[in-house]
């Protein structure tokens, strides 16, 4: 099993410019999410979805859109990027919403 | 509202030192779950343990343990004998754990420094 794989590890946008992350999980997990980790924040909750064509706003979703149209991939578009969205994005999966989140690589994006 | 404190920005010990790292919680919930969560300085966020609230069993597991007490809402971390390869960052973590209430709410995280 790969686990939980993140393209690209790196980005770098201009503001205004628009791109997807992309996630993908070999585990046949239901619960996926996606959190951005800032310094001195730790990590919060931007959206997560419980299951194929279900998903949900967590504590920081302004400026981002997902949609989970298969159980493997769970892919977080920016529309607008914006300098205040400069982050390390993750993407974690569990099999259910009791369990333990299994993490991504992450990928280090920045906006100019 | 939940939230997940964690007061010690940053610790420093020398090899073979025992560390504590301190996890407050706060719920309202009679149902969650507790997590701790490593970041080394690779970047990747690596799982330790998950808790539920009706468990309130300490744990052990080689060198590290952790002390979950109700009372006190905290869910303590301890490395005995500290290594040089347990440098990073510890994430303490709280979900409630139901339906779409999985979602976890982290703490800011302690960041361990271990020197030769």
């Known amino acids: 099993n790969a686990g939980v794989t993140q393209t690209p590890k790196f980005q770098v946008l201009k503001t205004g410019q628009s791109m997807t992350l992309q996630c993908a999980q070999d585990?046949?997990?239901?619960?996926m999410s996606w959190y951005r980790q800032d310094p001195g924040m730790g990590l919060r909750l931007i959206h997560y979805?419980?299951?194929?064509?279900?998903?949900d706003q967590g504590e920081v979703p302004n400026g981002y859109n997902v949609s989970r149209s298969t159980t493997e991939d769970f892919p977080l578009r920016l529309l607008s990027a914006a300098p205040s969205q400069t982050s390390v994005y993750f993407c974690?999966?569990?099999?259910?919403?009791?369990?333990?989140?299994?993490f991504g690589p992450g990928t280090r994006l920045t906006v100019t | 509202a939940q939230k997940v404190t964690q007061a010690q920005t940053e610790i420093s010990v020398v090899e073979k030192e025992d560390v504590t790292l301190d996890c407050v919680y706060e719920?309202?919930?009679?149902?969650?779950?507790l997590f701790w969560y490593k970041q080394p300085p690779s970047g990747e966020l690596v799982f330790l343990i998950r808790?539920?609230?009706?468990?309130?069993q300490n744990e052990i597991s080689g060198r590290y343990s952790w002390n979950f007490q109700k009372s006190t809402s905290s869910f303590n971390f301890t490395i005995t004998a500290s290594q040089v390869v347990d440098s990073a960052v510890y994430f303490c973590?709280?979900?409630?754990?139901?339906?779409?209430?999985?979602?976890?709410?982290f703490g800011k995280g302690t960041k361990l420094s271990v020197k030769p």
């Open positions: 979805s419980v299951g194929a064509g279900i998903t």
């Open positions: 808790r539920n609230s009706f468990d309130e």
């Open positions: 973590a709280l979900s409630k754990g139901g339906g779409s209430q999985g979602n976890l709410i």
């Open positions: 974690a999966s569990s099999y259910n919403t009791r369990g333990e989140q299994y």
């Open positions: 719920t309202r919930d009679t149902t969650y779950y």
């Open positions: 585990m046949n997990h239901e619960y």
